[in-house]
């Protein structure tokens, strides 16, 4: 039989995030999306949690473009923040998104939570 450790690491969605009508109107493809972004949160890493096209398409099962347009409408809604959308893209040094959960605050730069998917 299979144990389980309770006090371990965890993704919570919470109720009234989940009965907001921002998070009612996410497709599937966007509510996985996000719940692979908690899953990554470890505590001290929001606002430098990775996550690029490319794996949230692998780790959610669906096409990249379907990733894109997931990362695209997370943040139109309010759920999520792209740290570092800016820095644009060099074939010779690559770069992972990093990525912000603005319903706990941002352990890179010390903002509070924003909740602006509730607005």
């Not at 919570?12 to 493809?29: D, G, I, Q, S, V």
């Not at 040094?93 to 352990?107: M, V």
Request: aromatic fraction near 12%.
């Amino acid at each position: 039989m299979t144990t389980f450790d309770h006090n371990g690491s965890h993704f919570r969605l919470y109720k009234f995030m989940a009965e907001c009508p921002a998070y009612r109107a996410l497709t599937t493809a966007e509510r996985v999306l996000l719940s692979e972004l908690g899953l990554a949160f470890n505590g001290v890493n929001n606002g430098a949690i990775p996550m690029s096209v490319r794996d949230a398409a692998r780790q959610c099962n669906i096409a990249p473009g379907t990733a894109s347009a997931a990362f695209d409408r997370l943040r139109q809604t309010g759920f999520v923040d792209c740290m570092n959308r800016d820095r644009g893209f060099h074939l010779k040094t690559p770069h992972t998104s990093l990525w912000r959960l603005t319903w706990w605050s941002c352990n890179v730069t010390g903002t509070a939570p924003s909740y602006r998917f509730l607005k």
